[in-house]
């Protein structure tokens, strides 16, 4: 095409613009010349061919973008296949359709298990958008409503539609105009609402309108997809935590048949308390404390020094009267040992790391193998029994110290283990309930695992134990056996003894005590002569005055010969004047302040108990006999002639 063709002014001009898809410009251009140059019947037939072009234009410029969206549409479609999570596609949609219909804000509500419509995901937003805010009773639900897209121009000024608080406050703080609701649907399932916004008054086309309704139906069909790869997902998850945890239950399984087994061997090999318990600490990877019914430990393998005794005591009656574990404190465990309906007594362990189910299987275990080893000890003591009990009864018939008999009966005693030459005490236990065959056997285990010697004479348990402390003995062993009969027991001891000789006399001494304990009306405790005391010094076969003396205000005595002191003298003073300080330093001739000071050191010495009823007869006794011993060694010939 020649120069001259191209200004020409006629209507293949703007056929040739149109084939060019020139600028708008060109034909303004081209009508300005017309009118310069043509003729007004020529002019107005190019005005005319100009305005059907700019239909043509427009019309090409529709079908572009229609194409366009098309393909953004298309380029959706593929980016939905993609593996993504729920939330991850959902801002894929928003995003998407945001670009192709060129609005300001999109978002999605998803509709929850109760049926609730909620905010999952916005592109575009200029304000917090918070996950989950609720959009109920909204322009969305009416789009689910009636199953189809609702679009307005203005939405706040749109009467038409639905409002609600919590919609009209996001779209005031948004500043949205124009709104379409498009519902999700899969099916005959609405799974939520696709919103699309514009900030200012926008009416949108049906090609538009068609778009977003596409992708709506796309994203439906890939919300769907998303949500059931997440359950799939889930369901795996699921399957491998329950994979392993059956892997680890097997392993514990495993480990708790290696526990028994090896637990089952050291009790068929003859292993002690200790042994067993320290392999049950290692299978549990604890620290481990077996206690008898009166909560004394039998065996542990480490201390647990924090421990409140008291406490330890009641959580374990609360597992006993449960027959089962409980929790003692934070990491704490308290088990009962049981046979049958015996208490045997109990477990404290202490985990490092919290037990679950095969641990407390491995536990239960840990007890019924302590039961079991208690139970055959019980059973060797009982065995054993006949022969030690002709043993005792033996010692009780001795006639004399250092008989042939004697040294015969001392050497049966050392080959089970027995000195006598070592300190001992005999005891004479009297149950005040039912359960005395159980006391029995209980005694005779106690015996066996104290290295001591049982027998039964007149309704009596006596126990042969080593030791030193009487008392003491005493009470632990009246304290574990009314632990484990459930109702009280009368312990009278004595000793201890230094020779096989001294067990008829402590025997006759135990008697006694556990006598003078019915006597007065004190059934159900427990006491040696040296715990009565005047009155033990009565029911003893010895007679032991000095060590009478000794025992109640020995300390004073040896304090007054070391310091040269008066602390005798003030108490008898302070006894004659009916505990009269005041009237006591008038005897003495000192001042008040002088007796207060001798008391506070009398107190330190004998304790704060040696004013109390049942402790200061005794005192009192103590000094008369000391007293009258003096006179009596001043009167005597030997000392006047000396």
């Not at 003692?328 to 985990?351: D, I, Q």
């Not at 006999?625 to 005597?636: D, E, K």
């Amino acid at each position: 095409m020649d120069e001259a063709d191209i200004h020409r002014l006629d209507l293949l001009t703007v056929l040739r613009l149109l084939a060019e898809e020139a600028p708008l410009e060109s034909y303004e251009e081209l009508l300005l010349r017309a009118g310069q140059e043509c003729s007004a019947a020529e002019w107005l037939r190019l005005e005319q061919a100009v305005r059907l072009a700019y239909v043509i234009h427009a019309s090409q410029d529709r079908r572009r973008q229609r194409e366009d969206a098309l393909a953004e549409l298309v380029d959706t479609a593929r980016d939905m296949t993609q593996p993504h999570d729920l939330g991850e596609l959902l801002y894929v949609i928003t995003r998407r359709v945001k670009r192709i219909v060129n609005a300001d804000l999109a978002c999605i509500g998803l509709l929850d298990d109760d049926g609730s419509l909620s905010l999952r995901a916005a592109e575009g937003a200029t304000t917090a958008i918070v996950p989950g805010m609720r959009l109920d009773g909204g322009p969305g639900q009416q789009a689910i409503a009636v199953g189809a897209p609702l679009w307005t121009a203005d939405y706040l000024r749109d009467t038409s539609m639905e409002h609600c608080p919590h919609a009209d406050e996001f779209a005031r703080a948004e500043g949205i105009k124009s709104l379409l609701a498009v519902p999700l649907i899969h099916g005959d399932s609405a799974l939520g609402v696709l919103f699309c916004a514009t900030r200012s008054v926008r009416r949108l086309t049906p090609d538009e309108i068609g778009l977003v309704c596409s992708l709506a139906a796309l994203g439906a069909v890939a919300i769907e997809r998303a949500e059931r790869l997440q359950d799939a997902r889930s369901e795996v998850s699921e399957l491998e935590l329950d994979g392993f945890r059956a892997r680890t239950t097997v392993a514990r399984l495993e480990q708790l048949g290696d526990a028994q087994s090896r637990m089952m061997s050291l009790l068929l090999s003859g292993a002690d308390l200790d042994t067993v318990a320290q392999a049950a600490a290692d299978a549990l990877d604890s620290t481990l404390q077996l206690r008898n019914p009166a909560g004394r430990v039998m065996t542990a393998t480490a201390d647990l020094p924090d421990l409140d005794d008291t406490a330890v005591a009641k959580t374990s009656w609360e597992a006993h009267a449960q027959r089962t574990s409980v929790v003692h404190s934070e990491g704490t465990w308290v088990t009962p040992v049981l046979a049958g309906a015996e208490n045997l007594g109990f477990v404290v362990l202490r985990p490092t790391t919290a037990l679950v189910g095969e641990d407390q299987q491995t536990l239960r275990l840990v007890t019924q193998t302590f039961a079991l080893q208690l139970l055959l000890q019980r059973g060797t003591a009982v065995t054993q029994a006949p022969v030690h009990e002709a043993l005792f009864n033996e010692l009780l018939a001795l006639p004399s110290h250092g008989s042939q008999q004697a040294r015969h009966l001392e050497q049966r005693l050392n080959d089970i283990g027995l000195d006598l030459t070592e300190p001992h005490v005999l005891l004479a236990v009297r149950p005040e309930g039912g359960g005395y065959g159980r006391a029995m056997v209980w005694a005779s285990s106690y015996a066996h695992a104290h290295a001591g010697l049982k027998t039964v004479q007149d309704g009596c348990i006596m126990l042969l134990l080593p030791g030193t402390d009487a008392s003491t003995i005493a009470r632990s062993v009246g304290g574990e056996l009314t632990a484990m009969l459930g109702h009280p027991v009368t312990v009278g001891a004595a000793g201890p003894g230094r020779d096989p000789g001294d067990v008829g006399r402590l025997h006759e001494e135990a008697l006694r005590c556990l006598e003078a304990l019915t006597t007065l009306d004190a059934a159900g405790s427990t006491a040696s002569l040296g715990d009565l005391g005047f009155m033990g010094l009565l029911l003893s076969g010895a007679h032991d005055v000095s060590g009478f003396i000794d025992t109640t205000i020995g300390p004073v005595l040896d304090y007054d010969r070391k310091n040269s002191t008066e602390l005798a003298e003030t108490l008898e003073a302070y006894f004659a004047t009916g505990a009269s300080p005041s009237k006591a330093a008038e005897t003495l001739h000192v001042h008040p302040n002088t007796v207060s000071r001798r008391l506070e050191r009398i107190t330190a010495l004998l304790g704060s108990g040696w004013q109390q009823p049942g402790h200061v007869l005794d005192v009192q006794l103590a000094l008369r006999t000391h007293r009258m011993r003096a006179v009596l060694r001043l009167a005597s010939p030997d000392v006047a002639h000396s």
